[in-house]
């Protein structure tokens, strides 16, 4: 079981600024890495397929990189609307299907 | 507009057992992969259970095998999970989740449903 760990847990960010979040698996998925956004009361939203990829109607500020066990997320300028935790995912080898245990954005 | 509704959830004693259901619609359900994942109360999302399209192929997650079975019913474009011995720590929300592609074998999870929540307790 390929097991993923975010960092950090928490991330507090004023508005505006960039966020940087890191997922790590512990071996090579490629780039099959996905990262999902969830708000409270809401399910888990696809951000980001392929490591790098915008799903439909995501936003230019989020970026996602990264290959092999190491991946970032950024959101380059923090809109109010993106306080939120967010998750990555490996599909690489399955199953199981497994996840990062999350990083929460806040306000600083 | 695709859309996944999940339901059967509720409050249930440990031991017993569950129906949870999954209505699709906004796309042809008979060629995709699905998927049950869960999340405890805040905690993080864990994966449960998947079926192929025809049913020939499921998965489960070690913390639930032997207990749930997933089905799928494609003429009525519907994802079930059926529970039993259900314990303390199987209390979540349950989410029905698409795989993204009817084509790749490598698939994230894109779209997912609202979700429904299972509680046991005594």
């Known amino acids: 079981e390929i097991v993923m760990t975010q960092s950090p847990a928490t991330l507090s960010v004023s508005p505006g600024e960039r966020a940087t979040l890191s997922c790590r698996a512990s071996q090579s998925v490629s780039s099959n890495l996905a990262w999902y956004q969830q708000k409270p009361g809401q399910a888990p939203r696809l951000i980001i397929y392929g490591a790098s990829t915008r799903a439909t109607g995501i936003p230019a500020r989020f970026s996602g990189s990264g290959s092999g066990t190491e991946f970032t997320l950024t959101i380059s300028s923090l809109q109010s609307e993106d306080f939120a935790v967010y998750y990555c995912q490996q599909y690489k080898n399955w199953p199981p299907w497994t996840f990062g245990q999350g990083t929460k954005v806040e306000i600083k | 507009e695709v859309q996944l509704v999940e339901s059967g959830g509720g409050l249930v004693q440990p031991g017993g057992s569950l129906r949870l259901s999954c209505a699709a619609s906004?796309?042809?359900?008979?060629?995709?992969?699905m998927n049950w994942v869960r999340q405890a109360p805040g905690k993080g999302l864990e994966w449960v259970s998947y079926?192929?399209?025809?049913?020939?192929?499921?998965y489960y997650a070690d913390s639930v095998k032997g207990r749930f079975t997933i089905s799928r019913d494609n003429a009525k474009n519907s994802l079930y999970l059926q529970m039993t011995s259900l314990r303390a720590e199987d209390t979540a929300v349950y989410y029905c989740a698409r795989a993204a592609s009817s084509t790749s074998s490598y698939n994230w999870f894109d779209p997912w449903g609202q979700g429904t929540l299972v509680t046991v307790s005594s």
């Open positions: 906004g796309f042809t359900f008979s060629s995709y992969s």
């Open positions: 079926i192929s399209t025809g049913s020939g192929t499921i």
